[in-house]
């Protein structure tokens, strides 16, 4: 039905090496080889060997290296960098997706990047959230980068999040961020759990170092009790022994004994994950060291597509491994049995 007009040179980089095609060109109408793909240059197998190096931790430099032991030509770390722009539309379905069911659990942490902007370095802060669903599964529910800390920032967050489908919050686990308190008084109607551990190294900077053992046992003694009415009245017990001699240790036990000890209202069997932002720690170590292989984002939608692309991996990985959480735990959550204190002193904050 029509005739070959000459070809059109196209070079396509393989696991094999560069290739050097001639496409048909036809008088009449066009011809594409079904196996290649439109304004692609590279073979797919190729692309994602060089996109899983950059997300494990493969500079752009070093991944076009990689490209060049394999054969390839022309593999510059520009190259590679135009390849990993593709990761972008993977990581938006994955921190835009809708959420479903009940999350009772929520954990929320930052971590400082560094990224320029008008030509200064300036730091910028990466909010990453997971939550446990009540079927015991923990994933990683959002991503946000914002200039700082600030309530409007934390609130902008948290209401994506609850228009994404986020529900059923009983109880948020993070660091003492006024902020942070505030945005989750004004999204959720939930308790706040003020991490314990950063909680005690706040404490124990009142006390010398040598006593900080000693210290930390006594307090320790609260977390050891088998509710929560038992656990504040050993708290209190303890804040009057340590006021005498460190005032200001027993005034912050004093005014913290609810948040601290929020955790302690819910089933036995979860505690060990709510006391503490933990559980997030060390993803947020996974996410510096990939981010000091680059050291300095060229601009935000690079950190987006980084730090979101090694959230994905993680939460493969949580997805294939046994459950988080004891699932017949959750139906011992009940709003009556929620220390009503605790709620009010998170609206009123």
Not at 36 to 55: C, H
Not at 83 to 94: Q, S, Y
Request: with cysteine; glycine share 8%.
């Amino acid at each position: 039905t029509t005739w070959r007009n000459g070809y059109r040179e196209r070079a396509l980089d393989t696991r094999l090496g560069t290739l050097n095609l001639r496409v048909p060109k036809l008088r009449q109408g066009s011809y594409f080889p079904g196996f290649l793909e439109a304004r692609k240059t590279s073979e797919q197998a190729l692309v994602a060997v060089i996109q899983e190096a950059w997300i494990g931790g493969v500079s752009t430099r070093r991944g076009g290296e990689l490209g060049q032991a394999m054969g390839l030509n022309g593999i510059s770390k520009s190259t590679v960098s135009k390849l990993c722009k593709d990761i972008d539309e993977r990581v938006g379905e994955f921190l835009n997706r809708p959420l479903t069911g009940e999350w009772p659990y929520v954990w929320l942490d930052a971590t400082y990047l560094k990224v320029r902007q008008g030509g200064r370095i300036v730091p910028v802060a990466a909010i990453i959230a997971v939550a446990a669903n009540t079927e015991g599964r923990r994933e990683i529910i959002g991503l946000g980068i914002g200039p700082s800390e600030a309530e409007t920032f934390w609130t902008e967050f948290l209401r994506s999040l609850r228009a994404r489908g986020l529900g059923g919050v009983r109880l948020v686990i993070s660091d003492a961020h006024t902020g942070l308190k505030a945005a989750i008084a004004r999204v959720f109607e939930a308790t706040w759990q003020r991490c314990r551990v950063h909680w005690i190294r706040n404490a124990l900077a009142h006390v010398s170092r040598g006593q900080h053992t000693v210290i930390a046992a006594a307090i320790r003694q609260a977390f050891d009790q088998p509710d929560r009415a038992h656990a504040g009245e050993t708290w209190r017990k303890v804040s009057e022994q340590l006021r005498p001699r460190w005032p200001k240790l027993a005034d912050l036990m004093d005014a913290s004994e609810h948040d601290v000890l929020a955790y302690m209202s819910f089933p036995r069997q979860h505690r060990t994950k709510l006391h503490s932002t933990n559980p997030i720690e060390r993803l947020n170590k996974e996410v510096k060291r990939r981010a000091d292989v680059v050291g300095i984002f060229p601009n935000e939608a690079s950190i987006m597509r980084l730090i979101g692309a090694v959230l994905f991996e993680a939460n493969d990985e949580w997805q294939t491994s046994s459950r988080y959480m004891m699932v017949e735990a959750f139906a011992q959550i009940d709003k009556e049995e929620i220390d009503p204190i605790l709620s009010i002193t998170t609206k009123a904050a």
